[in-house]
């Protein structure tokens, strides 16, 4: 049922570099999966700074999707723990931890599990900096979480809860594609001094794999990237969403619509300008995301452009996202944004 909708668990690929991405590192280096490239960069995050911490339930023994592997034998079970599951006591102590000029990376076993922690994350961790005019501050703080669907999570274990936490001034939202992405996305995450929440994608942990440089390097946060270029339509997404839009531009092409697809790599604060360029040049935009349509993201989106690209707009604003649903099980691949419906988009917009 999920290959007869544009949408296949058992082979994935992701968005190639062929179509003048930038880079900030662009060596060649290991072939990693996604779950590789994140534990090489924490590696890197507990090497280069005796500061740091990784903390969170299961880490110890390497974590459920085993992120955390190797990571506590190494750097010692003073740095890398375990902890009770309770997501508003993790990221409370990780508030602490980071308001005392440490590096606390928190990992929160599944997205959905993140909302216990809401308060903390958001009248704490967020305005932490300005209650105190400035005085003190938890930039340290970095809360990792797998999102999304992964075929058979069902309700509990497939959410993307992104758009919560992009309506919260103070705090960063990061989600990356790829493996090579993730890792030095990560490390800026890490470094950065504000308070992250860094989504991975878990669809994409052993599925996903490319050439990632061994060495320390960071991706710049809040800067898109235009991994497609094209004419007639401009696509946005983020996260492992862009394996599905990419293989709907391929479709398009071969029917002689030219896409542009720009991977938003940071959604709070996000690149207005860049999607703003290419939608003056193309006229038209598609969004897509696996959260429900209402309230997500994408809609923040599509009010900004229309806002500051009204008059060079050929067609509505189209958004293909996730339903107005309870994340399903068996019903998934109904559910999810797929190519099938992505082309269906594109051809509705391009021909308007």
């Known amino acids: 049922m999920a290959a007869l909708l544009g949408r296949s668990f058992r082979k994935m690929s992701f968005p190639s570099l062929s179509h003048g991405a930038r880079r900030v590192s662009t060596e060649t280096g290991k072939p990693l999966n996604l779950y590789s490239a994140i534990n090489q960069a924490l590696h890197i995050a507990l090497d280069t700074d005796p500061r740091s911490y990784v903390f969170g339930e299961d880490v110890g023994f390497g974590g459920v999707f085993r992120c955390t592997t190797g990571l506590a034998e190494r750097f010692g079970k003073n740095r890398v723990f375990n902890t009770p599951l309770c ?6 102590f990780g508030i602490g931890l980071a308001a005392m000029g440490n590096r606390a990376v928190v990992e929160i076993q599944f997205a959905d599990y993140i909302y216990p922690a809401f308060d903390q994350i958001v009248n704490e961790a967020a305005k ?3 209650r105190s005019g400035n005085q003190f501050n938890c930039g340290g703080l970095t809360i990792r979480a797998p999102y999304g669907a992964v075929g058979h999570g069902g309700h509990y274990h497939s959410q993307s809860p992104e758009a919560f936490f992009c309506h919260v001034p103070g705090i960063k939202v990061v989600i990356p594609r790829s493996p090579r992405e993730a890792k030095g996305l990560l490390l800026s995450c890490i470094r ?21 440089p061994e060495h320390d390097y960071m991706i710049p946060l809040s800067e898109a990237e235009v991994i497609r270029e094209g004419n007639d339509i401009t696509l946005v997404g983020w996260g492992a969403q862009l394996t599905i839009m990419e293989q709907a531009c391929l479709d398009a092409e071969k029917e002689g619509i030219s ?3 720009i991977d938003l790599k940071t959604l709070l604060p996000w690149d207005k300008e860049t999607v703003e360029a290419s939608v003056k040049k193309t006229g038209r935009l598609l969004i897509s995301h ?3 349509v209402t ?15 009204f008059l060079k707009l050929e067609a509505p604003v189209s958004r293909v996202c996730g339903l107005d649903t309870p994340f399903p099980l068996v019903f998934e691949p109904f559910y999810m944004p797929t190519k099938n419906k992505i082309l269906d988009a594109i051809k509705s917009t391009v021909n308007y």
Do not use: H, M
């Open 259 to 261: 896409c542009e697809l």
């Open 192 to 212: 950065d001094p504000n308070p992250v929440v860094f989504f991975e994608p878990k669809w994409l942990y052993r599925q996903a794999v490319e050439e990632v």
């Open 87 to 92: 997501e508003q006591g993790i990221v409370g």
């Open 295 to 309: 309230g997500g993201f994408g809609a923040e989106i599509s009010a900004t452009i229309l806002e500051r690209c």
């Open 290 to 292: 696996e959260a429900p």
């Open 128 to 130: 932490f900096r300005y």
